[in-house]
T-cell receptor, first 117, second 118 residues
């Protein structure tokens, strides 16, 4: 079974400082990895994904994530945080197409990011 | 990217009544849609997978007679919470898969529906 861990419930960072939101995964095979952001009372917005290729993936709003196969991690990063980045961030994993239930996403529990002015 | 809408965005109902939530893919045909439930400060929990023209597949522990799912067309899936109780109050989110060959069958999420049962 696949699983995703986001070890931090909350991350606080000062505006302008770099931010990192951690994610590790457990899955057999080569996973597809995703980051989503959720603002209060809103659905999920896609940030970025890793399918294959370069380990460093660039996404929306200046976010990027690095796929590290040996550490089974996919940490989300941004060089300079904005107050407007404050939201709930979810990491998710999906198996490549072909297997049963392979469309399904498994989500981490979420990390609340607070950017302090 | 592909757009998914949900209606209503917020609903308040009395205990014992039924509530229907619609999920629409606006600019693509979605053969598969998912329904999630999210409790406050928690992650999304998959409730069921809805395939157009067939019965939904429910996750373990989800009552199919309570959460009725209908996927009658390639652009619409509905979730009906029957005989709602206060413990059904939650944030319900749907997602839809874009057509094969486009975006690697990525899921696109609706904006969610906040259900409050009094």
């Amino acid at each position: 079974a696949q699983s995703v861990a986001q070890p931090e419930d909350q991350v606080n960072v000062a505006e302008g400082n770099p931010l990192t939101v951690k994610c590790t995964y457990s899955v057999s095979g080569n996973p597809y990895l995703f980051w989503y952001v959720q603002y209060p009372n809103r659905g999920l917005q896609f940030l970025l994904k890793y399918i294959t290729g370069d380990n460093l993936v660039k996404g929306s709003y200046g976010f990027e994530a690095e796929f590290n196969k040996s550490q089974t991690s996919f940490h989300l990063k941004k060089p300079s945080a904005l107050v407007s980045d404050s939201a709930l961030y979810f990491c998710a994993v999906r198996l490549p197409l072909g297997g049963a239930g392979s469309y399904q996403l498994t989500f981490g529990k979420g990390t609340k990011l607070s950017v302090i002015p | 990217g592909a757009v998914v809408s949900q209606h209503p965005s917020r609903v308040i109902c009395k205990s014992g009544t039924s509530v229907k939530i619609e999920c629409r893919s606006l600019d693509f045909q979605a053969t598969t849609m998912f329904w999630y439930r999210q409790f406050p400060k928690q992650s999304l929990m998959l409730m069921a997978t809805s395939n157009e023209g067939s019965k939904a597949t429910y996750e373990q522990g989800v009552e199919k007679d309570k959460f009725l799912i209908n996927h009658a067309s390639l652009t619409l899936s509905t979730l009906t919470v029957t005989s709602a109780h206060p413990e059904d109050s939650s944030f319900y989110i749907c997602s839809a898969i874009s057509p094969q060959g486009r975006n690697n069958n990525e899921q696109f999420f609706g904006p969610g529906t906040r259900l409050t049962v009094l």
